[in-house]
Structures are given as C-alpha cells and as structure tokens.
C-alpha cells in the first residue's frame, strides 16, 4: 500500500525563524529519497510535515493525491523511524512493534502474529518477550523499523536513522534498512546529514539548505552535474576553479570568467613536463603529498593562491613529486569536467 | 572514608568529616533519647531512663484511645493522601500538554506555593468553611480536604519530575503510529510515572499523617487524630506513654519511606534481568 507523496511549496515558520521557504518535492511510490544538508537546514521540519507532526503556515501535502494538511498525524498511516528510536520503555519488543495494533483495537492474536512475522523481517526472531533495555543499538533500530512498517503505512519516514549508531554497525545497517525497503516496496523518506549514507541507500537525495531544496537527484547526478557550487564541495571532493572558453583560467584577474568548472580529484592525472597538455589542465607548485593506502593526494597550490587536490593511484612513481616543485595536473576525459554556468553575481564571487 | 571525594580532600577531608559527624549527632542524639526514655520502668520522662521495660508499649497500644486516634490518622491520611495523588498525578501529565512555556512555568509556581503557605492559613480559612456550611460540622471532610491541599505539592513536584525524564519522542511518536491521547496515558506515561507517583504518594502520607495544625481546628470534638492526642498528652500529663507513642509514629514513617528504595532495588534488578514478564 505505498503512496506517492507530493509536496508543493510548503512554507513553516517557528518563532520568528522562517525555517521551510517553499520546499517543493515529488517522491515517487516506493522510491527512497533522503533529504541531506547541513543542521539546521529544514530537513526535520519537512519530515515532521510530512509526518503530520508540524503543521505548514501555506503549501500543499498530498499523498496519492489526497491533501493531507489537515489530517491528524493519527490518521495518516505513516511509519516513522525517530532519531532516538523512542522505543516504549515500559513494553516488551513484541508489544512495540504491536503497538499500532494496538491503537488502531486489532484482536491480540493478530497483533501477536504481526509482530512476529516484522520481527521475522527484520532479522529479530524470538525476541518479543525481551525489554527494549536489554537490546543493543543496532537491535533497537531494527526493532523500530520493524514497529514503524508494522501497520502497513503508505510511507517510511526515517529521521537520521543511523546516528545513534557506531561507524562499522552503521555500513551494515545501511544495507540492512535498503534491503528491508525494497522488499516492502514502500515509499521511502530519509533525512541525514551524512553524505556517504544519502548516496549509499537513495533512489534520489534531496540537497537541503537554508529551508529550500537546492538539487534534487540521483546520486550520481548530483556527484557530476552538480547546480552550484554548494552541493559541489557538500558531495565529496571537488575543485572548483574559475573557466572561460572551456578552459581554467588560474588568475581570473580582467578575464571574462564564464563559469565553474567543478573537477573531482580522482579525475585529475599527472602530466609529465614536456607533453602536451590537455585544455582541461592547471599548473602549480607540491603543497603537500600523503599516502592514503588506496591513492596518493596530492595538493598543488597555483599562481593564483587556489588549492587543487588531485587523486593519484598508488601505482605512480612518488619520488619525483617534491614538496616545492612544480607541477602541472589535467583531466584528460572532457565530460568528467562539469560547468556551472555563472551568474553575474557568482562569476563577481569567482573572480575575486 | 575511602571514597573518592574523601580521598580527593587530603587532610582538609578532617574537619569536614567532624562537623558532617556533629550534625549528624544533632539530628539523631535527640531521637535516640526520645526512644530510650520510652523504656524507662518509672513513671517519668527521664534520660538515661530508670531500667528497661516496654510497659509504656504495652500502655499505649492498649489503650483504646490511643488506637482509635491511630486509626482515624491512617484513614484520613490514606484518603487525603489518594486525592493528593490522583490531582497531582493529572496535574503534572496535563502541564506537560500545556504549550506555552510561559504558562507552563507559572502554572507549576501555583502548584507548589502551598508548601510554602503556613499551614494556620489553611487551617483558619477552613474552619470558616467549616462553620460557614452547616453540613460540614462535625464530619472529617475539611480535614480530609485541607491534608489533600497540604499534601498535593509533594505528590504533584515528584511526578512533575518523573514526566520530565520521559523520552519527549515517545508521544509524536506514539501519534504517528496511531494512538490517541488515552492509549498513550495509559500504557506509556501511566507505567513510566508509578515508581515516582509511588514516592510521591508515600511523601504525602508521612507528611500529612503527622499534620497536627489542621488537626487542631478542623477535627471534631470527640475525636482526635494521633498528632492530636500526642500533642494533647504533652500539655497534660508528660509520661512516657507520650515518647513510646511518638517512637512507635517515627518507627511508621520511617517503615513507609523505606518503601520507595526496596521496589526501586526490585525493579532495577528486573530491569537486569531484561525480561518485562
């Protein structure tokens, strides 16, 4: 029973913080969309919206077309999975995951058998008759997942899934939580503001900041194509280095600057003097070279004061990269170089 | 004293223990010589007492006066006690749905000013009640209903704290997966707030069984609570009867505050064990 889940120009404001200023969002029924940016950002708000749990000062909520604004976040039928899990202390894991069974005067024996069969789901068995107390961080997630799908609701909404949880056991329940979702199939909502998770467990991410949505994308979209500069240097690694005429131009000072080229490290390669340079290229002297195990960063700092980090496979000849010396780096694949056109006011920014 | 905080002081740690041991003194010294002169064998209060008998025990719980004024104690405090409960219970969840935090913290100031009244006001503005309506003369019901206002602080304070330690996820979180107000009271807030209604409770009993200031206004003539007729026995006759009796009510108060520790040991250990049935 997944929905489609359409948002229109939403707009909230708490205190005197306007914090949504007109978020607009179509989600797909049964796609995974993880609202990622910064604290701060809206992206709470906007899950509590859709939630039900925040009301909107104007805009739209729909689900399958049915405006949901007024709708009590009793009546929604949406499963959510809050950031401190808020597992009922004072009730068994069988009678949690139960629980909207419970309020929505299900008999016990189908409650019993439905809490068996998503504890079933989330690789719990057994474990109805254990206090919440007694389960580690991973197992409580697991078990609020499995209470948020228990009632079968048209959307997941997941509120920074994974924050409780350490480093290795987060990986694994990423993979965990993506596979659960594609076996129900249900329209999926998350927010975070770890990247790696966004691009790991999403259809699409939604970049969020300062209460708008800046790109909404594929994963890799966003990592190649991104709108700005902001979600450039928020998704990984990038240089952006001022361009004019499909080149980059190191001391913009006077030129006509049309653009940013944004250039991922890994795309950068070395070119030994005395070969002819690709127009994707920049020049500047070793600021720095660490060994990182899988690649060689190397830093080079050009005329113009930029800083550009370039990934080097493990493979190369390091000794002839010199702290001091001077070094040029190009992208030899033109389309893994991307352009965002300027602006007047951020070809201004660019140049100074 | 091999605590850290003992350790930590060094020497210093010295005149620190002696005076936390002088105080100490002046708070028990005084009960333990109430208590020895109960067992005196003469007919005086006297410390250190005349040999050692319980006859002065035996007096007391004798005497069907002493017990009818025990008896009336237990059950008006009881009363008051369950009224003072139930309103400071719903005092305290229904302030947490107050949104405004504003009125949420004046709210709470009224809730516990009467701690800080003197008990005579209470007692004369209910004996004008009293006197006032005619079907109140002669019946507990001001004293029942003055203990209870007496006693709801304590009970509205501890709960007050208990519903601040709530997870404050758990209610959205409770809506979203469907429930209404009542479900949520009643199988999350209900079982996370008893061990502090439980203290609460207790406090209240102790406090409102040894109120004497009320007593003496609104209890009716012919009657006498326990505080009362303690109170009463130390204008009159100054016997030992009145310090076994006084052992006896502190030995109670100290019974029911022991309370509170043992069933949070037992639920701890339940907690341990990890298993809720």
């Known amino acids: ?45 906007l899950l509590n919206v859709i939630a039900g749990l925040q009301a909107v000062d104007s805009g739209h909520l729909t689900f399958d077309g049915v ?18 899990y808020a597992l009922f202390p004072h009730m068994s894991v069988g009678e949690n995951v139960a629980f ?105 991410v939604a970049i969020m900041r300062d209460g708008i949505l800046v790109q909404v994308d594929s994963p890799e979209d966003l990592y190649r194509h991104p709108v700005d500069e902001y979600v450039a240097g928020f998704l990984g690694e990038a240089n952006l280095l001022p361009t004019a005429g499909g080149r980059i131009l190191d001391d913009a000072a006077g030129a006509e600057v049309d653009g940013t080229a944004v250039v991922r490290p890994e795309d950068l390669e070395l070119v030994p003097s005395g070969e002819a340079c690709p127009a994707w290229h920049v020049e500047g002297a070793i600021h720095l070279l660490s060994f990182q195990g899988t690649r060689f960063r190397l830093e080079l700092l050009t005329d113009g004061g930029r800083k550009v980090v370039c990934s080097l496979p493990p493979s190369i000849d390091a000794s002839t990269l010199v702290v001091g010396e001077r070094a040029r780096v190009a992208c030899r694949n033109p389309e893994r170089v991307h352009v965002i056109a300027a602006t007047p006011a951020t070809a201004a920014m660019v140049a100074a | ?8 002081l060094g020497w210093y740690r010295v005149p620190v223990v002696v005076v936390a041991l002088l105080a100490s003194l002046l708070l028990i010294v005084p009960f333990v010589i109430l208590v020895a002169t109960s067992w005196t064998g003469g007919s005086f209060i006297l410390f250190p007492p005349e040999g050692f008998s319980l006859q002065w025990y035996t007096e007391v719980l004798d005497d069907p006066r002493w017990m009818d004024s025990f008896r009336l104690s237990l059950w008006t405090a009881s009363l008051s006690t369950l009224i003072a409960a139930v309103l400071g219970l719903l005092g305290a969840v229904g302030l947490a749905r107050v949104r405004s935090r504003l009125a949420q913290r004046w709210i709470r100031t009224l809730f516990i ?165």
């Not at chain 1, 978020?23 to 049964?30: A, F, N, Y």
């Not at chain 2, 004293?1 to 930590?8: E, I, N, P």
């Not at chain 2, 004996?127 to 709801?152: C, D, K, P, Q, S």
């Open chain 2, 113 to 277: 000013v009467p701690i800080a009244l003197p008990p005579i006001a209470y007692a004369v503005g209910l004996y004008g009640v009293n006197m006032e309506l005619g079907f109140l003369r002669g019946t507990l019901v001001t004293l029942i209903v003055g203990h209870a206002l007496v006693a709801l602080p304590y009970v509205f304070v501890i709960v007050s704290g208990g519903m601040s330690r709530i997870d404050p996820a758990l209610r959205p979180a409770a809506s979203t997966l469907g429930a209404k107000w009542p479900l949520v009271l009643w199988k999350i807030e209900l079982p996370a707030l008893l061990p502090y209604l439980l203290s609460g409770a207790l406090f209240a009993f102790v406090v409102v069984f040894d109120e004497v200031v009320l007593a003496v206004f609104l209890v009716p003539p012919g009657e006498q609570t326990l505080p009362l007729r303690m109170l009463n026995a130390s204008q009159e006759a100054f016997s030992p009867e009145l310090t076994a009796a006084s052992t006896l009510v502190s030995i109670l108060a100290i019974l029911v505050l022991a309370i509170i520790p043992v069933t949070n040991a037992v639920r701890r250990r339940r907690a341990l064990e990890g298993v809720t049935r």
């Open chain 2, 1 to 8: 004293m091999s605590s850290t905080v003992g350790r930590s």
């Open chain 1, 100 to 204: 909207p069974l419970r309020a929505a005067r299900r008999p016990a024996r189908e409650r019993k058998s439905v809490a068996e069969e998503m504890l079933a789901l989330v690789q719990l068995p057994g474990m109805a008759g254990r206090s919440p107390a007694s389960l580690s961080g991973g197992q409580r997630q697991r078990v609020a997942l499995a209470r948020a799908l228990a009632a079968n609701p048209g959307i997941l909404l997941l509120d920074e899934p994974m924050a409780a949880l350490d480093k290795q056991l987060r990986e694994q329940m990423q993979v965990e939580v993506t596979r659960i979702q594609r076996k129900v199939g249900i329209t999926t909502v998350s927010v975070t503001h770890d990247q790696t998770e966004a691009l790991t467990m999403s259809d699409r």
């Open chain 1, 1 to 45: 029973m997944t929905i489609a889940l359409s948002i229109t120009d939403v707009h909230v404001t708490l205190g005197h913080n306007h914090v949504l200023k007109g978020v607009s969002l179509d989600v797909r029924p049964g796609e995974f969309v993880t609202l990622l940016g910064a604290s701060g950002s809206g992206k709470t708000t």
């Open chain 1, 67 to 84: 405006s949901m604004e007024r709708t009590p976040p009793q009546k929604r039928n949406v499963g959510v999975v809050f950031q401190s």
